[in-house]
């Protein structure tokens, strides 16, 4: 199972198998049960009497094992171990990780990232594929942000009445108000009539650029209205908007970006300490590769960068 790519879907199945011995020979337990838990913490029990667990041979037994965990949404590190009582009293636990089957935040995809480094056999499928999600997370905790696009309703608290620091936003489909602060929000504001989506201060026009940006800001521009004061012991969150969120797409040098740290950080396990071999020179060492952050650096939010 080490370079199978697991996906969360009911129509994939883990296929877990055990062999039990005694006394160096392959033998069965007087009960054999596997007990799988997911990364949401569900424990579920199989056993050989309901069917759930097969017998292929002496000692030797598998089980095949939806990968939809009990808590949708819940993809990571799932857990196994096959319990033999009686005539062989033994334990051997094991995992395996599940990943989600839409990418969501991944900005480059395991085909491609194969192709750049020239990897033709599927042998580190699972190692690539980590790396890439681990890259792309990073990525957003870098920039304080997120490059790929969700359709969702957010809330905000206001700062003032008419300007209101937002997520990077594609479209709206709604905005409404909390204008009492009893958490329902009871006023619906009108696009271009009551208020004004902006990427920044004065700052209209999303391919300004060259490349489509998101909308940073909302803007009222109607007489007699206003966002929300907020008091204490009220709620806060008095803006509630539905629209897509993140950027029109993902821009090219973020692309680049995972790609350059991704390939780094794969080829890592085979660089221990850092040392990534010896040369006539001595040892010689994995540096940081300057382009990565330069290439990065104007998609940063400090307002939500995580750490330095």
Do not use: H
């Amino acid at each position: 199972m080490t370079a199978t790519v697991f996906y969360d879907s009911a129509n994939q199945l883990a296929q877990l198998t055990v062999a039990f011995t005694s006394a160096g020979s392959l033998a069965d337990p007087t009960t054999v049960s596997l007990v799988v838990t997911d990364p949401g913490g569900t424990a579920t029990t199989y056993v050989v009497t309901s069917g759930q667990i097969t017998r292929t041979g002496t000692g030797a037994y598998t089980a095949a094992i939806s990968c939809s965990p009990a808590i949708t949404g819940a993809d990571g590190l799932w857990s196994y171990v096959w319990i033999g009582t009686g005539a062989v009293s033994d334990v051997q636990p094991g995992t395996w990780r599940v990943l989600p089957t839409t990418v969501g935040n991944w900005y480059i995809g395991l085909d491609e990232f194969k192709d750049r480094l020239g990897i033709t056999d599927p042998a580190d499928d699972s190692q690539a594929q980590i790396a890439i999600q681990s890259v792309c997370q990073w990525i957003n905790d870098y920039t304080g942000r997120t490059f790929s696009r969700i359709t969702e309703t957010r809330t905000f608290q206001p700062g003032n009445v008419w300007l209101l620091e937002i997520d990077d936003l594609v479209t709206v489909t709604s905005v409404r108000l909390d204008m009492d602060g009893d958490g329902v929000y009871e006023l619906a504001l009108t696009q271009n009539t009551d208020y004004q989506l902006r990427l920044g201060d004065g700052d209209y026009n999303v391919n300004s650029t060259g490349i489509a940006r998101p909308y940073k800001q909302l803007q009222i521009i109607q007489t007699g209205n206003w966002l929300p004061f907020t008091w204490p012991y009220t709620t806060l969150n008095r803006v509630q908007i539905t629209g897509t969120w993140g950027w029109p797409a993902v821009p090219p040098p973020v692309t680049q970006a995972a790609f350059i740290l991704a390939a780094d950080i794969f080829k890592m396990k085979d660089a221990p300490f850092g040392i990534s071999g010896v040369s006539d020179y001595g040892a010689v060492k994995i540096s940081a590769n300057p382009w990565l952050v330069e290439m990065l650096r104007k998609y940063v939010n400090s307002k939500k960068k995580v750490g330095v």
